[in-house]
Structure formats: C-alpha cells, structure tokens
C-alpha cells in the first residue's frame, strides 16, 4: 500500500494541471489573455490562487498546442496572429477540406454521416448557450470525424493542428451578438448535402464556412480590447 499516496499526488497535481490549462483556454478564448502579451507562471498563478507548477504544466500544454510560447526568464507569450497568418491558414484548410469534403460526400455512406449529427446539433446548442469551450470542442470533434471518413489519418493530423494555430480570441463578443449561432448551423446544412451525396453542394458549403470563420477572426482581431484585464479565476469543469 506504500505506493498509493504517490499516485494520489501525481492524480490530483495531473486534474489541478488540466483545470488549470482549461481555465486558461477560456481567458483566451474571452479575451482575458492578449496575443502578444507575456504572462508569467507566478502572477497567474496569484491570480488562480494555486502554485506556478500546475501553471507552468498548463502553460506548456498550451504551447504544444501553438497557443503561446515561452519566452526566456520572462514566462509565456500569447501567440499573436497577423492577418497573412488567417489567410495562409485558411488557404490551407481550404485546399485540404474542401475536396475532401466532397470525396467523403461521394464515398460514406449515410449511416457514418447520419452518426455525426449530435455532433453538429451540439456545435449549434453551444452557440446559442454562448458556451465558448463546448463551442469549440464540438466543432473541432465534428470536423476532425468528419474528414476521418476519408481514412487518412495523416490529413486528420494536419487540420488538427491548423485548427489549434488559428483559434478564436476574444469569442465571447461574437457570442454576445450572436453571430457564432449562423456559423453553427452551417454545420447542420454541410452534413444534410453530404447525406444526400450532392458533393458539389457540400465543397460549396465547407468553402462558404470557411469563409465565414474567416471573417468572424478578421472582426475579431480589430475588436482586441486595448488592456487585458486581470482577475482570472480557477473553475473546476
């Protein structure tokens, strides 16, 4: 039994690193953490009243995800992205996306796609509920799936990591107005295209989508308020 309290330690220092981490993509997402800002590992851990570890520990997480980077003595800076940087990552996932949207259109059958509604309909309820983090994790699942029915793995991978270069900062002002919902539902219209094997119309639509996340992340970019605010607090999920 001696070897139970260090594996007790090591869970709850594991949970206390992810709520930490999530906690972090949230004052992301609302806007609390600016692009280009360096935040250091102490003070915010001040701020979630909880040791620099775990928030390091986050911090890194984050970074693998190309959310920040470390800056040397300094601590973490929110990866800032330049108007070129959403065109180049935009470009990408259309080259990618959109014809296999329409090979997967062609080629799955509509049981596999009928299963990836729940999906869709939760990107549209988190819209609505203004719940950025389900917001944003039902739309990554449903795309990443998605794409999968085209059995290579590889692309899965690489959308997968675009996606998490181009996140969304400051989303709850898009919430706020609404705007997120109408970009949800076009989840809803791509895959009833693709159920109905009209491929054509479903490249059409993903184009579409992808054009209208652009031009929610160009309004969101202007909207960047000029001074991050403090106070962020630690939330058990």
Excluded at 39 to 47: G, Q
Excluded at 65 to 75: S, T, Y
Excluded at 165 to 178: D, H, K, M, Q, T
Excluded at 188 to 210: N, Q, V, Y
């Amino acid at each position: 039994m001696a070897d139970l309290k260090p594996r007790t330690l090591i869970s709850v220092q594991e949970r206390l690193r992810d709520q930490v981490a999530h906690a972090l993509r949230a004052a992301l997402i609302s806007g609390e953490l600016r692009p280009g800002v360096v935040y250091s590992a102490p003070a915010l851990a001040a701020d979630f009243g909880v040791s620099a570890t775990p928030v390091r520990e986050a911090m890194l997480d984050l970074a693998r995800e190309g959310l920040v980077e470390a800056v040397r003595n300094k601590g973490f800076r929110v990866t800032e992205l330049t108007e070129r940087d959403l065109d180049d990552f935009t470009e990408i996932r259309a080259l990618i996306e959109v014809p296999t949207i329409g090979r997967v259109a062609r080629s799955a059958n509509a049981d596999q796609l009928e299963a990836l509604r729940p999906q869709a309909e939760a990107i549209v309820a988190a819209a609505g509920k203004q719940d950025l983090i389900g917001y944003l994790e039902a739309d990554r699942q449903f795309h990443l799936d998605l794409l999968g029915l085209a059995g290579n793995s590889r692309l899965v991978e690489v959308v997968g990591d675009l996606r998490k270069r181009s996140r969304l900062y400051g989303l709850n002002r898009l919430a706020e107005r609404g705007e997120l919902v109408s970009s949800a539902e076009e989840h809803l219209e791509l895959l009833d295209l693709m159920i109905a094997g009209d491929a054509p119309a479903a490249e059409s639509c993903m184009t579409r989508h992808l054009s209208h996340v652009r031009s929610l992340w160009a309004e969101d970019q202007q909207e960047q308020p000029e001074e991050s605010r403090t106070g962020l607090r630690l939330r058990a999920r």
